[in-house]
């Protein structure tokens, strides 16, 4: 599982990246969101790499 927080305002981005950035959940500054981790993930998170903070987490630290 993937945990993404956006650390990068979505002003000034082009609109294919502000609308990959909602399809991820994430609209403000510091919103947090966990994805799955696969392929349609990972390029989503390519796509806007440089306004987010990726980090890997387990399952049991997500449930715990």
Known sequence: ILKL???????GSK???IAT?????LHKIGNTTLQPDNKQTE??????VHLLKVERTSTEEVQG
């Open 21 to 25: 950035a909602h399809a991820l959940g």
């Open 15 to 17: 609109k294919d990246q």
């Open 43 to 48: 390029g989503k998170i390519n796509k806007i």
């Open 5 to 11: 927080t956006l650390v990068k305002s979505l002003i």
